[in-house]
């Protein structure tokens, strides 16, 4: 993505993420982007692409704050992350995942479909490289998606049962 493109994806992620897939209208896309409707639909020319596009740029965005900076392989990793994911929920104010949230909008789209899909399994893999280990890291994205689903609900408790949880993964035994 050129800059002028990152700009406006990621104006489409905020409206999208405020007011949800089936609410904000084409004025509202193209004035939380802050381009004319012109530039709007030559970098996204679909109200598809335009909701593949914030999805891509928050991935993108997600990737980087799981993936910055992590201590070695082990527990610590596992803390890290976990402690990253309850600032990312609290930053979101607990409202859970925008990728399924377009799923669920868009069910019939091979396009937000195959990009989910393709997030999830990014995640994983991340996780799995962030773990130094397939199986660990596949138990990490089941604990990492039960954290943002709960979060709502639980709070800042979901992140301290998944850092015990993950602490048993590597085990270490709960005190």
């Known amino acids: 993505m050129d800059g002028l493109e990152k700009k406006i994806a990621a104006g489409l992620e905020q409206v999208f993420w405020e007011k949800g897939f089936a609410g904000p209208s084409v004025p509202d896309l193209k004035s939380g982007a802050g381009v004319s409707l012109r530039t709007l639909y030559r970098y996204f020319p679909s109200r598809e692409a335009m909701v593949i596009g914030a999805l891509d740029h928050r991935h993108a965005r997600y990737l980087k704050i799981i993936q910055t900076d992590?201590?070695?392989?082990?527990?610590?990793?596992?803390?890290?992350?976990?402690?990253?994911?309850?600032?990312?929920?609290?930053?979101?104010?607990?409202?859970?995942?925008?990728?399924?949230?377009?799923?669920?909008?868009?069910?019939?789209?091979?396009?937000?479909?195959?990009?989910?899909?393709?997030?999830?399994?990014?995640?994983?893999?991340?996780?799995?490289?962030i773990a130094c280990s397939q199986e660990i890291g596949a138990r990490l994205y089941v604990l990492h998606e039960g954290v943002t689903a709960s979060y709502a609900a639980m709070g800042q408790d979901a992140v301290l049962e998944a850092k015990v949880l993950a602490r048993g993964l590597f085990g270490i035994r709960a005190a």
Do not use: N
């Open 70 to 129: 992590l201590p070695p392989c082990g527990p610590l990793v596992a803390d890290a992350l976990f402690d990253r994911l309850g600032d990312w929920m609290e930053q979101t104010k607990g409202k859970g995942c925008l990728f399924l949230q377009a799923r669920s909008a868009y069910p019939d789209s091979l396009a937000i479909v195959e990009t989910v899909r393709r997030h999830k399994k990014e995640i994983i893999a991340a996780l799995s490289s």
